[in-house]
Structures are given as structure tokens and as C-alpha cells.
């Protein structure tokens, strides 16, 4: 089966062909810049598409380029918010639609982007199926006492605010390849998964469901990120708009102007661990920060499972920052996990294990693929709903 998966943002789109059954790419792009320009018409000053209709246009050539006569079977969509209704991946139809469209108010930023990709796909294809996929599902299994913040029931019940958690793709990708590598039947594993990207969260998985993940009511909670503080005094915000910031401004710091880059004034890890490296005192009080705080999650989490039975890192830092994991390993003696220095510093794209034999929980790199999630799952809901295929 050939999926077009859709990673749709408010100015860009991400997408990517997959056949599914042999695990392979056979095209990818981004169009960027969707609805700031003019279409490459006029004075041409301006590129990029009017909107999602004109971008997807752009997709469909891309494809056709590669494709040739062979024909698109189904569309995934990563969606970013599920709310409390939908804890797995699901035929879209025009209810389904709007029901993401509620959603908006929860995720401002994402939900309304991934419902103009929905509709752009179904006024152009309109015989084609189309799934979402959602950021939040995984996380549907969280206890109350995980996902409950402590102030009055009123702003559950009257604003949804409660924690969702986020990365629910990922988390549940890298769980089940986690198991395989350790042998053990997914129902069986009982861990912690550090996805550790631009975005950043952990969560702690126990017979292979997310009992609690570090991201909240949006994905602003929890670990130090690129450009994101993660958990702070809420009393922070109250002050700064008793000192005239606006609720922009304080949305703007926190999600774009904090983390790595409000710490040591970048927000790319490479370059923060090659200026820690080189004596920036800066980078190096940063990368304290970011991997004390993920240490301090672990232990939690190690509690939370009722005991870890693997540390897995994953995501452009958790696979490729033998530095980063450094920094984290070293903070959890009191769990009994050790690196292996040799193991951990090894270059690979494979998953696989970078403890000693005696570290008491093993930890394991598992490079994540959160497309192939989506087009898997694409898939198996179109089997499932015994559509027929264009
Ligand atoms: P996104 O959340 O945008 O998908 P990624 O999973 O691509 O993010 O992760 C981006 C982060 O991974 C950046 O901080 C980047 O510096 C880091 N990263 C990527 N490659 C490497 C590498 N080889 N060594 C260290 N860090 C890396």
C-alpha cells in the first residue's frame, strides 16, 4: 500500500510516500512559507503557495514526478491534538473533521493547520481515505493521578485543562521496538523512553502503556527543549504580567525564546555541546540543566513503573548525542545504570544497547520513524474499515 503521510503546520507542510509493506521512502519534501506568498504569479517577490489547496498542488507534482501511473492508496495524518476523544488512529469523515475542529482551542497552532491539509486532500481526492493519527493517543491510558493538575475541577470540566501529553507516536513506535530488542512481549515492558528532539519529552511506560510523560496541557511542560523552558514556577507568568508583559510576549518567551537557546543562546545541541567543549561556561550550565532535569524525571519514572526494566533515548539527541546521554547516565548511579563509554560513543543508525552488562537496568538507543508509525497505522485502519482502494 502507498501512503502519503501529512505532517501539516500552520505555514508548512511536511509530506513523505511511503510503501508501506517493504518500509521504504519513495519521495519526501517540506513546502514552506504556505500563505505568505503569491503563488509565483504577479512581481514574483514572494514564493510559496496561497494556501494548503495550492501547497498540496505542489505535493501532487512532487509525487507524480516519482510515482508515474502508480497510484496513492491512502493519506495519514499526523494530528497533534486528540483531546480526550480519540485514543487511536481513525477513518476521517466529515464528523471526524469537525471533531478535530473542536479541538482547536487545545492546540491553536496545530489542530486548525491539520484540518485545512484534511480538507485540501478531500476536495481534491475525494474517494481517497484518510486517517488521522494523533500525537495524544498513546497517552489516553495515563492514570488520573498522572493526568489530574491540582486546581478546581471547574477548569477540567469547563476548559479541558488536564495533562494530554504529546510524541504519543513516537513513544508508542519506540516501546514496541524497544521490547523486540530486549525479547520480551510488548505487554511486558515496563520502562522509560527519553525522545529528546527540538521538543523533548519522557515518558514512563509500564506493561507497555504511558502511565505518565513529562508534556502537559500543551507541550510546553516538563524537559528543557530547544527553545522551550519546560516546567517552571507558574507564579513566573503572574509576575511578568504584573509587570506589563502581555500574554504574547510571555507565550513568545517561554516556547520560543527559552530552553537551550535562552540558557546558552543557541538551540541546536550540537552546537551547544561544541561550545560547552570549548569552554563556554554558558553551554555548559545549559546541558547541567537540560540533562539534570531529565534525570530527575527518570528516577520518577523508574517509581512511577514500579521499577524500570529499560532506559531507552531516542529522537535527533537521544540517538546521536553520545555526549548528552553522557551527561544523564552519569546522574543516575543510585539506579545502578552505567554506560559503556565504548558502546555509548559508537556511531550507528541501528537500535541497540550502550549499558555495561552490570548496569542493573539495561539502556538502549532505538532510532525512532514517526512516518512509518503513521503509514503503518494509515494502513491498518484502511484494511480494518474493508474500504476498497482507489
Ligand atoms: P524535531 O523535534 O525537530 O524532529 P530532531 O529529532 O530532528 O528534532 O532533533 C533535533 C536535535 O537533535 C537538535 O538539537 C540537534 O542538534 C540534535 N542532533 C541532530 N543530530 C545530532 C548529532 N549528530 N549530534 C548531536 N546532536 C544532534
Redesign the pocket.
Known amino acids: 500500500m502507498l501512503v502519503l503521510v501529512i505532517n501539516s503546520g500552520s505555514s508548512s507542510l511536511k509530506f513523505q510516500v511511503r510503501d508501506v509493506a517493504s518500509h521504504s521512502i519513495l519521495t519526501e519534501g517540506l513546502i514552506e512559507k504556505i500563505g505568505m506568498g503569491n503563488g509565483g504569479e504577479g512581481d514574483g517577490e514572494i514564493e510559496g503557495p496561497r494556501d494548503h489547496a495550492e501547497a498540496l498542488e505542489q505535493v501532487d507534482a512532487a509525487i507524480h514526478e516519482v510515482l508515474g501511473d502508480r497510484k496513492l492508496d491512502a493519506v495519514g495524518h499526523r494530528v497533534v491534538h486528540g483531546g480526550e476523544r480519540f485514543g487511536e488512529p481513525v477513518l476521517i469523515d466529515n464528523e471526524i473533521t469537525r471533531a478535530i475542529e473542536r479541538l482547536n482551542p487545545l492546540a491553536p497552532l496545530h489542530n486548525p493547520a491539520n484540518v485545512l491539509g484534511i480538507r485540501a486532500i478531500a476536495r481534491k481526492w475525494p474517494d481517497m481515505p484518510q486517517v488521522a493519527v494523533f500525537d495524544t493517543a498513546f497517552h489516553r491510558t495515563l492514570p488520573e493521578q498522572a493526568w489530574r493538575y491540582a486546581v478546581p475541577d471547574s477548569l477540567y470540566t469547563n476548559h479541558g485543562i488536564r495533562r494530554y501529553g504529546f510524541h504519543g507516536t513516537s513513544h508508542e513506535y519506540v516501546t514496541h521496538q524497544a521490547a523486540a530488542l530486549l525479547d520480551l512481549p510488548v505487554e511486558e515492558f515496563d520502562g522509560v523512553i527519553a525522545h529528546l528532539?527540538?521538543?523533548a519529552s519522557v515518558t514512563a511506560l509500564r506493561g507497555g502503556k504511558s502511565v505518565d510523560t513529562s508534556m502537559g496541557f500543551t507541550p510546553l511542560e516538563g524537559l528543557v527543549m530547544?527553545t522551550r523552558s519546560g516546567d517552571l514556577d507558574p507564579s513566573i507568568l503572574v509576575f511578568l504580567g504584573r509587570t506589563g508583559w502581555s500574554t504574547e510576549d510571555i507565550d513568545s518567551l517561554l516556547n520560543r525564546e527559552s530552553g537551550l537557546r535562552g540558557l546558552a543562546g543557541n538551540?541546536?545541541?550540537?552546537s551547544v555541546?561544541e561550545a560547552s567543549e570549548a569552554g563556554d561556561s554558558r553551554a555548559a550550565t545549559a546541558l547541567a540543566v537540560a540533562s539534570y532535569r531529565l534525570a530527575k524525571y527518570i528516577g520518577g519514572y523508574h517509581v512511577a513503573v514500579g521499577g524500570a526494566k529499560a532506559l531507552v533515548f531516542t529522537?535527533?539527541?537521544g540517538e546521536?548525542?553520545h555526549q548528552f546521554r553522557t551527561l544523564v547516565g552519569e546522574k543516575l548511579g543510585a539506579l545502578g545504570i552505567e554506560l559503556d563509554a565504548g558502546l555509548n560513543s559508537e556511531r550507528s543508525k541501528e537500535a541497540r544497547v550502550i549499558s555495561t552488562a552490570a548496569s542493573l537496568i539495561p539502556v538502549l538507543v532505538v532510532p525512532t520513524d514517526e512516518e512509518r508509525a503513521i503509514a503503518e497505522a494509515t494502513a491498518a485502519v484502511v484494511n480494518s474499515s474493508g474500504r476498497s482502494l482507489t
Open positions: 528532539g527540538n521538543g530547544g538551540n541546536d545541541m550540537r555541546v529522537a535527533g539527541i546521536n548525542s
